[in-house]
């Protein structure tokens, strides 16, 4: 008895498993999706976050922390060759504002770079965008702090 009904409930699944792989293009029932999109988000396992569909994610910044920014300087002082200091010889002071970075970068003075220890003039500035990572400096003209668009 066990078995006929095993045979039966085998059979039965064989002809689901067939109708549900089969595909009737007028059939407008099966191009819906079984379970709604809510419900389907109400029904996912708990280690799974639900999304909404008409939520906006956060956009991840190009430039996320401060060692981001001194690296994006450091990139554009070599490229633009801002100044005629050796790496080695300059030293950045990164800070938070608005809505990126401020980093000053400044003349290091040591055994190697020569220079009174005791003092470590400011070179130049940058503006770090976190969103876009676009840098602005005021390396043409450092007194006056007006900022230009660079790389």
Not at 95 to 112: K, L, M, N
Request: proline share 8%; with cysteine; glycine share 6%.
């Amino acid at each position: 008895m066990a078995r006929s009904v095993l045979k039966w409930v085998a059979a039965g699944l064989l002809v689901a498993s067939g109708a549900a792989c089969s595909h009737d293009e007028n059939d407008k029932a099966a191009e819906t999706p079984a379970v709604p999109p809510a419900a389907a988000a109400a029904t996912a396992p708990a280690n799974v976050p639900a999304v909404a569909a008409d939520a906006e994610a956060a956009p991840i910044p190009v430039v996320a922390d401060e060692k981001a920014a001194v690296q994006r300087v450091e990139a554009s002082i070599e490229k633009n060759h801002l100044t005629t200091l050796k790496p080695e010889c300059l030293s950045y002071i990164p800070y938070s504002a608005g809505t990126g970075f401020i980093v000053d970068v400044h003349e290091r003075h040591d055994d190697t770079c020569g220079g009174d220890p005791g003092v470590s003039p400011r070179v130049f500035s940058f503006q770090v965008d976190s969103a876009s990572g676009r840098l602005q400096t005021d390396a043409t003209d450092p007194a006056e702090g007006l900022f230009h668009a660079i790389d």
